[in-house]
């Protein structure tokens, strides 16, 4: 199993990112997919997630409202659209999948399988 993120970069605080999260090597349709980041010295954390169909999601609550999470199964992508970002939103970001498994995730160990992560850096 490979999931391979891309679109991290440097952004100035109120400006957006897209990540993309391709994965292979497992029954996307049929997996639960979601976004965690590490900002430095921190823990990892929960962003996002959504169940294998697409219909719920979850976030954590500082990014209800600016953070959307999205998945193409024809495309065996999972995507993070992150608006209005801030400074704090600094921190590398993981995809995680979890595949059998129809419901939402927010908890980092029920995941299997994780990206090597993206950097996102928000200057003020």
């Known amino acids: 199993v490979q999931l391979v993120e891309s679109g991290g970069g440097s952004v100035q605080a109120g400006g957006s990112l897209r990540l993309s999260c391709a994965a292979s090597?497992?029954?996307?349709?049929?997996?639960?997919m979601g976004w965690f980041r590490q900002a430095p010295g921190k823990e990892r954390e929960f962003v996002a997630g959504?169940?294998?169909?697409?219909?719920?999601?979850s976030y954590a609550d500082s990014m209800k409202g600016r953070f959307t999470i999205s998945r193409d199964n024809a495309k065996n992508t999972v995507y993070l659209q992150m608006n209005s970002l801030k400074p704090e939103d600094t921190a590398i970001y993981y995809c995680?999948?979890?595949?059998?498994?129809?419901?939402?995730?927010?908890?980092?160990?029920?995941?299997?399988?994780w990206g090597q992560g993206t950097q996102v850096t928000v200057s003020s």
């Open positions: 995680a999948a979890d595949d059998w498994r129809s419901t939402v995730i927010r908890e980092a160990s029920q995941y299997v399988y």
């Open positions: 090597g497992l029954s996307f349709s049929r997996s639960a």
């Open positions: 959504i169940n294998w169909s697409g219909t719920d999601t």
